[in-house]
């Protein structure tokens, strides 16, 4: 049994791992920059070191300080929370190295998922249905005509080292092509330091649908139903539910199990989220996340477990605490990812938090750091919460959602529940009838926010 964990993390995220270490009875170390002394993180953990200056380079992302505060702490194992250095292979690769516990999958299976086209290839290897699309690597302009004529548009182009919604372009038809290879290429570059590209069919009419899987490390695994992430900005996801509107039980078993299957197949450990585009009843595998995602709670509310203290179970070597049969669906739950943003610009609103009342009662989960008087540092990202409901069915999930947003005052900056309340008022959301384009479209109709 570990006695203590560092949390290479902040915010949110960290505060969530700090319950979990506390209900296990295990100590808990936050790490911290300058500019997040304050930070709420580092009141609640048992301990906490400074790691460096405000920016996340030389702070939650170097390496050497974080190490250095394992020792100077006496903690045996690292949560890397989600971002910042939760899919680093090297990372993983130097702790085992200083002889600590890294909680996540291995640096073989992070550096295979975290590799686009590696992790394609492999999934396909592995019976996981994928988006049609050229066989690795494309590496030239002509290669890429070539492959997109033959499939047809339009098509998009995406960086293999990519990720959060950077490095992917769509071309809608020959013309647009060559911008989209060249942007897709130098931006895979200059974010990621990689230029190898690859092309997709791009899918005009997918819900986003990902498996949650767990793995024990040792060829047994299960899978924990799907979340439906189709409201989306930018690629990236602001609303996210468990169980889907649109999957029935028989399709949720059956994609589950070859997702289960897959990761048993590899001996993978830990949580792991398989992503999918769903379109016309069929599943596309996009790409794999090797680590918890910012939307488990919508998961642990429907099935009533703890994903973050099955991680650090299966990190202690610990069988799984359920089978795949124990893991029954219970009712609905809903995510809003809650920014400091001012909408409907989405401009970021860093400043003082005056006044933070959160929302309660029933089936309402409020995931947030922010206190009364908390100034938010400019320096990170801008989500400042994650308001979970969970009720019998999706109908009254709403409504709770509903009540709780009405429930929940930040003052002093601007945040996006406007957003929220306006999205409740939409036939599209009410009745769940929406693809992965719907949110920009709807914000493109200049909506009453
Ligand atoms: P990232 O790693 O940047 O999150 P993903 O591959 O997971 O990138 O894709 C993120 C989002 O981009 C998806 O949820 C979807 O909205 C969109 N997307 C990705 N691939 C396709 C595709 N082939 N067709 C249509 N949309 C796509």
Redesign the pocket.
């Known amino acids: 049994m570990f006695q203590k964990i560092l949390i290479a993390n902040r915010g949110e995220i960290a505060l969530r791992v700090i319950r979990a270490c506390r209900e296990m009875g295990i100590k808990s170390v936050a790490v911290h920059s300058t500019a997040d002394a304050d930070a709420m993180h580092v009141r609640m953990a048992d301990e906490s070191v400074c790691i460096g200056p405000p920016s996340g380079t030389h702070s939650y992302l170097s390496i050497p300080n974080l190490i250095s505060a394992c020792e100077i702490t006496g903690a045996e194992a690292i949560h890397p929370g989600y971002g910042f250095l939760s899919e680093n292979a090297d990372f993983v690769q130097v702790l085992e190295d200083h002889g600590l516990t890294f909680i996540g999958p291995t640096a073989e299976h992070i550096r295979t998922m975290g590799d ?1 086209i590696t992790a394609k290839d492999t999934m396909k290897r592995l019976g996981v249905p994928c ?1 049609p ?1 050229s066989d690795g690597g494309v590496d030239t302009i002509e290669e890429a005509r070539k492959i997109a004529a033959d499939m047809g548009y339009p098509v ?1 182009i ?1 960086a293999t080292a ?7 372009k769509v071309a809608n038809s020959a013309d647009e092509l060559d911008i989209a290879f060249s942007t897709a290429r130098s931006e895979g570059k200059s974010v990621f330091g990689n230029d190898e590209v690859y092309i ?5 009419l ?1 819900r ?1 649908i990902e498996i949650q899987v767990f793995g024990d490390g040792k060829g047994g695994a299960v899978h924990l139903g799907e979340r439906d ?1 189709s409201l ?1 900005r930018r ?1 990236q996801k602001v609303f996210e539910e468990a169980p889907s509107p649109v999957i029935d039980e028989a399709t949720r078993q059956k994609i589950g199990k070859v997702c289960a299957d897959a990761i048993a197949t590899i001996n993978y450990a830990g949580a792991g989220t398989i ?1 999918f ?1 769903y379109e016309n009843g069929e599943f ?1 595998f ?2 794999m996340n090797t680590r918890l995602q910012v939307e488990h709670p919508v998961t642990e509310a429907i099935f009533g477990i703890d994903l973050v203290r099955e991680q650090i179970r299966v990190a202690e070597g610990l069988p799984l605490s359920f089978t795949q049969d124990d893991l029954k669906i219970n009712g609905h739950a809903i995510e809003c990812r809650i920014n400091a943003e001012k909408v409907p610009e989405f401009r970021p609103s860093p400043g003082t938090v005056h006044q933070y009342h959160a929302p309660g009662g029933l089936g309402v989960r409020m995931d947030s750091a922010i206190y009364d008087g908390y100034v938010i540092p400019p320096h990170y990202d801008s989500l400042i919460g994650k308001l979970i409901v969970h009720a019998a069915d999706r109908p009254a999930a709403l409504a709770r959602l509903h009540r709780a947003l009405g429930e929940l005052v930040v003052e002093g900056i601007d945040t996006t529940c406007p957003l929220f309340h306006a999205l409740l008022r939409e036939k599209a959301v009410q009745t769940g009838e929406y693809t ?1 384009h719907w949110l920009e479209q709807w914000l493109e109709t200049d909506p009453e926010i």
Request: hydrophobic share 25%; net charge positive.
């Open positions: 686009k988006v699309g998009i995406k990519g990720g959060g919604g950077r490095g992917m997709e069919k791009y899918l005009t997918p986003h992430c989306q690629h992503e585009l596309y996009i790409e992965i």
